[in-house]
């Protein structure tokens, strides 16, 4: 017969009988654990449908449980018996007035429908890295209709300790207004302006360009924040 249909060779006869014995082996395993089951069920004490349909109709005349209804009628949360007391959750508090707001605190305000929000956390990201801990807060405010702003408020420093904080807003930029989105370098200069003047940028200030355009508005407002 031609080599091309010579029949498989069908292996070590030893290994054949050693896998066979594997897998009788493990069958044997599965039987015995399936049979030791059927015994510990069977063994186990057996409760009448009569008496558990008893013991469940009494529980729930004499509970007070308020996941379970009863003739108790509704019964609160508050009010369930197995409710463990809060611990460790503080004490609450209620102002009169607000309190005072992180400052200096830049806000970006952002259209989400333009999908700007990756855009407007890049900002976010470079002013944060820049200024770190000299900026007390950058939050992105949703909004809609193309807009893009930046806001600055800082605390006006003739404000003394007792009076209500008289807080600066600065327009630092609009979208509308500058036909486009701003540039990182120009961002920084225009909140270090206003925060800090005397602080070097280094490499932003070393390209800085030869027109800076101001903040656009600036003004004063009281808010009700105290000093705490």
């Keep these: 017969m031609p080599s091309g249909y010579s029949s498989r060779d069908v292996g070590d006869p030893s290994q054949i009988k050693k896998n066979k014995q594997s ?37 729930t005349n004499s509970t007070k449980d308020f996941m379970v209804p009863s003739v108790w009628g509704a019964v609160e949360k508050k009010d369930d018996p197995r409710q463990r ?18 400052l200096p605190r830049v806000t970006i305000q952002f259209c989400t429908q333009c999908k700007w929000m990756l855009r407007a956390a890049y900002f976010a990201q470079e002013l944060l890295s820049t200024f770190s801990t000299s900026l007390g807060e950058v939050a992105l405010q949703p909004s809609t209709g193309g807009t893009f702003v930046v806001h600055l408020y800082h605390a006006n420093p003739s404000s003394s300790g007792d009076e209500p ?46 027109s800076v ?16």
């Design 23 to 59: 897998m009788a082996d493990l069958k044997l395993r599965r039987l015995t654990e399936l049979n030791n089951r059927l015994r510990e069920d069977l063994e186990r004490e057996r409760i009448p449908v009569s008496q558990a349909a008893k013991s469940i109709i009494s529980y």
């Design 85 to 102: 007391p809060s611990q460790n959750l503080g004490t609450t508090r209620t102002f009169a007035t607000m309190e005072q707001p992180l």
């Design 165 to 210: 904080v008289t807080m600066q807003k600065h327009l630092l930029w609009d979208r509308k207004a500058e036909g486009g989105f701003p540039e990182t370098k120009e961002l920084k200069r225009r909140v270090r302006d206003i925060i800090d003047p005397s602080r070097n940028l280094g490499h932003v200030d070393g390209h800085k360009s030869k």
């Design 213 to 228: 355009i101001p903040p656009t508005s600036s003004h004063s407002f009281h808010m009700n924040f105290h000093p705490l």
